[in-house]
């Protein structure tokens, strides 16, 4: 079974600092992707980032980047320039790239951004 | 479009009493899901169709969750009778299997209250 563990429950950093969150999985499959997604406390589910596992180019959104370490099953986000509105509850989730694939999710990172 | 609808946003009820929860998913999507969130699991997939049709149901807790789709514009999530432990937050997210990367789409969320 696919598994996503996140570690840190809770990351701070200062505004216009950079933070790294961290996520790693496990996976038998060979093609599948691999979302950030931000919860707000809206609730509202907000597609950060996405990772195909075939492409070995980092995936990036202005500010966002990911480091993809297919063989250590590593994948993390970075946030550049950090601005008060991305603080959120940060989850990284795992999908086979098949149709109708489910999303597995790591248990989150809440993410303080302090002014 | 309006992307994914779903009502009520927020449920108060009390235990042994009937929920349900409804969802329009976006218009021409063929796939939908319901995914629950709560502290101590997280976020998980209880069910999702395709083409109105249940595919995998592994997730339904138990007999008390039951979920339609009697077709391709609207779902519904019912819990009956309900319990202070059903008391989470329930996404509904919609896809098309016509393109990779099968983008699921999320709602605002139900936030269900049981007493």
């Known amino acids: 079974a696919q598994t996503v563990t996140q570690s840190q429950p809770e990351m701070s950093v200062q505004e216009a600092e950079t933070v790294t969150l961290s996520c790693t999985y496990d996976t038998s499959e060979s093609d599948y992707y691999l979302f950030w997604y931000k919860q707000p406390p809206s609730r509202q589910m907000i597609l950060v980032i996405r990772?195909?596992?075939?492409?070995?180019q980092n995936a990036t959104e202005n500010r966002f980047s990911v480091n993809f370490q297919k063989a250590a099953k590593s994948f993390s986000l970075k946030i550049s320039d950090s601005q008060l509105g991305d603080a959120a509850m940060y989850f990284c989730a795992y999908r086979r790239d098949i149709r109708g694939g489910k999303l597995i999710f790591g248990q989150g990172t809440e993410l303080s951004v302090k002014p | 479009d309006a992307g994914v609808i779903q009502s009520p946003r927020h449920e108060v009820t009390e235990m042994g009493q009937e929920v349900t929860l409804r969802c329009k998913p976006i218009?021409?999507?063929?796939?939908l899901f319901w995914y629950r969130q709560t502290m101590m699991r997280g976020l998980e997939l209880l069910i999702y169709?395709?083409?109105?049709?249940?595919?995998?149901d592994s997730g339904m807790p138990e007999d008390r969750f039951s979920a339609k789709m009697p077709n391709a514009s609207f779902s519904t999530l019912k819990i009956q009778p309900s319990e202070p432990r059903d008391s989470a937050v329930y996404f509904c997210?919609?896809?098309?299997?016509?393109?990779?990367?099968?983008?699921?789409?999320f709602g605002p969320g139900t936030r269900l209250t049981v007493t």
């Open positions: 990772q195909e596992a075939y492409k070995q």
């Open positions: 218009s021409g999507h063929d796939y």
């Open positions: 169709f395709n083409n109105n049709v249940p595919i995998d």
């Open positions: 997210a919609s896809t098309t299997g016509d393109r990779a990367p099968y983008e699921q789409y």
